[in-house]
């Protein structure tokens, strides 16, 4: 007969298992912050992207016509404000995608200001830089009071 000590434990033990569950859970709570952070600086991008490519038509419009764009609509974007999901591509307001509202403002024959506003997640989530500027002159700027918003 066997003796009952002898025997081998096989599986694991509820401290074991909880140890293991701990661990997760120290991770999960550095690694969820960073990449939150992750994503809102990824989108932010996108909205940098997007005011650039007004400046980019708005210079082109100045050359052909002596003076800048009163609307987004007269560069060729599709609305006025211009909504963009978090691929940079055209989209409603309404959509649960959409991250920044893109709008001129302050424009004469020789300025303007565009302005990206986050817009639902993105509006909730990046109070750091808020709105996004970019000026005729290249002057780039926010509404919050965080840095390397550019």
């Not at 909880?18 to 690694?31: E, K, L």
């Not at 909205?47 to 987004?72: C, E, H, T, Y």
């Not at 060729?76 to 403002?105: C, E, K, Q, R």
Request: with cysteine; hydrophobic share 45%; charged share 15%.
């Amino acid at each position: 007969m066997k003796n009952v000590s002898s025997r081998r434990q096989r599986g694991v033990t509820l401290i074991e298992l909880m140890i293991v569950v701990a661990i997760v859970a120290i991770i999960a709570a550095f690694a969820f912050p960073s990449y939150e952070r992750y994503v809102v600086r990824a989108k932010r991008a996108v909205g940098q992207n997007v005011l650039l490519q007004v400046a980019d038509r708005q210079q082109q419009f100045f050359m052909d016509n002596k003076r800048f764009a009163a609307n987004l609509t007269n560069l060729g974007f599709t609305a006025n404000p211009w909504i963009v999901d978090d691929s940079g591509n055209t989209t409603v307001a309404g959509d649960t995608d959409a991250v920044y509202s893109v709008a001129l403002s302050n424009i004469t024959a020789t300025t303007w200001t565009a302005t990206a506003t986050p817009i639902n997640a993105q509006g909730a989530r990046d109070t750091n830089c808020g709105n996004l500027t970019l000026t005729q002159a290249g002057a780039k700027g926010h509404s919050g009071g965080g840095d390397n918003c550019w």
